[in-house]
């Protein structure tokens, strides 16, 4: 018999272990929707138009009917009547445009510029105001005799490029600007230089879309 003083051994307890039937199955991820293909022309329909819309540019000027002006010449030795001249007429030139008067500036210019005084500075300066009175091929012109005289006139390729742009002639006046840049570097110039830097790649990709048509 057992003695009822004697304490009396606790049975273990035993946790309670899952059934495999309460085990959660692993959830199946749901497939991925594929992405719908879109038909090749649709695409290509969309980059077109994409590049119609950035391809506008209300700035365009269209060429003018005026002929160019000549380019003169430089005299080896003016006179001191030669000069007195030219002094009068650069600063008639400079008091009618601080006036507003284009066309008179333009005027004492070619009169500088005809009698002898057709320097680099002076024909870059002209073709300038060329281009104020919507006149690019005429300011072309200017600039590139310009150019001939003195290569590294920053000024001149400046607003040559100016002048392709308004053309519509990119990738000209992308390579005229970025040599404007390297010589004589404007701050002013570089929007229009980014400008023509994007209309050049919509060209070229325009251009290979089309290869691929």
């Avoid at 060329?130 to 390729?157: H, M, T, V, W």
């Avoid at 229009?192 to 290869?211: D, G, P, T």
Wanted: proline share 8%; glycine share 6%; aromatic share 4%.
């Amino acid at each position: 018999d057992e003695d009822p003083k004697m304490p009396q051994p606790v049975p273990a307890k035993t946790e309670a272990r899952p059934s495999a039937a309460a085990t959660p199955a692993p959830a199946t991820p749901e497939p991925k929707p594929e992405p719908v293909k879109r038909p090749a022309e649709e695409e290509a329909l969309e980059e077109a138009n994409e590049d119609d819309s950035e391809d506008e540019d209300f700035d365009l000027l269209p060429e003018e009917k005026e002929p160019t002006l000549g380019s003169g010449f430089i005299e080896e030795e003016p006179t001191e009547k030669q000069l007195e001249a030219f002094g009068r007429w650069k600063q008639e030139a400079q008091d009618s445009l601080e006036a507003g008067d284009v066309k008179t500036s333009l005027e004492r210019l070619t009169e500088v510029i005809e009698g002898g005084g057709g320097s680099a500075l002076m024909l870059t300066k002209r073709g300038e105001l060329l281009l104020k009175e919507r006149r690019p091929l005429a300011a072309i012109q200017d600039c590139s005799a310009a150019l001939q005289l003195n290569p590294d006139l920053g000024k001149a390729y400046r607003v040559r490029g100016i002048a392709h742009r308004k053309l519509g002639k990119y990738k000209v006046a992308k390579s005229d600007l970025a040599q404007a840049q390297n010589l004589d570097f404007d701050e002013g110039v570089s929007f229009i230089e980014k400008f023509v830097s994007e209309k050049v790649r919509l060209e070229e990709r325009r251009r290979k879309r089309q290869k691929t048509q």
